[in-house]
């Protein structure tokens, strides 16, 4: 790869981290509610996801989701339901929210449901393995050693993406004084399981 394909595929990856999605409301809701310290686990489990579909995108996997419709409907229909517990979760804590959160009292997941949420709202989403058996190829030269290159674009991606998710962690981090208000925790619990849900029946419905 030459230095002009990384720099293009690492302005890809950038604008594509950076737009709204599942994970992002993930990590919105986890370091405004417990601290950007409690949203590492999910971040790490974000980008565990997103690697595991590009070593799937070199050995073919994603090509046979891509190209198998029962492949693509059944982990379609996994991802929705991953979406939707998620969102209803959210809706279910913001009616037990009643004070200011504490470290105390903030009830933070453990570590590993953190990071199985965030691995699952990547592996369960099928236009992830669309997506990453369709660009990485277009950034690996003819001749050259596809699971070595699409496995070194893919940390280039997780580096890029947990650097973004970092960032904006770290910043609703900042505001969890406002976050931890009764009336604002409530809000957010509810709007993030709405956003959640609403993604999860869009991933259902969509037929692309």
């Known amino acids: 790869m030459t230095p002009s394909d990384v720099a293009a595929f690492t302005a890809a990856v950038t604008l594509l981290a950076m737009v709204p999605g599942p ?116 950034f690996i030269p003819a001749g050259a050693d596809v699971l070595a290159s699409t496995m070194l674009l893919g940390v280039l991606q997780v580096v890029v993406d947990a650097t973004w998710y970092v960032m904006l962690a770290l910043l609703v981090g900042r505001a969890r004084d406002f976050f931890s208000r009764a009336t604002v925790r409530r809000r957010l619990e509810r709007v993030t399981g709405t956003v959640l849900i609403g993604l999860g029946i869009r991933m259902a419905a969509d037929r692309a």
């Open 23 to 138: 994970a992002t409301a993930l990590v919105v809701r986890r370091s405004a509610v417990h601290g950007a310290r409690a949203a590492l686990p999910v971040i790490g489990g974000i980008e565990l996801g997103i690697y595991l579909w590009a070593i799937a995108a070199a050995v073919g996997l994603a090509a046979l989701v891509a190209a198998s419709e029962a492949a693509y409907v059944g982990l379609r229909i996994v991802g929705a339901g991953v979406l939707i517990v998620l969102g209803v979760q959210a809706w279910r804590a913001a009616r037990h929210v009643e004070a200011p959160a504490t470290p105390e009292s903030s009830g933070a997941p453990g570590w590993r449901w953190s990071a199985g949420a965030g691995a699952l709202t990547n592996l369960a989403n099928p236009k992830a393995a669309i997506f990453a058996f369709a660009f990485y190829p277009q």
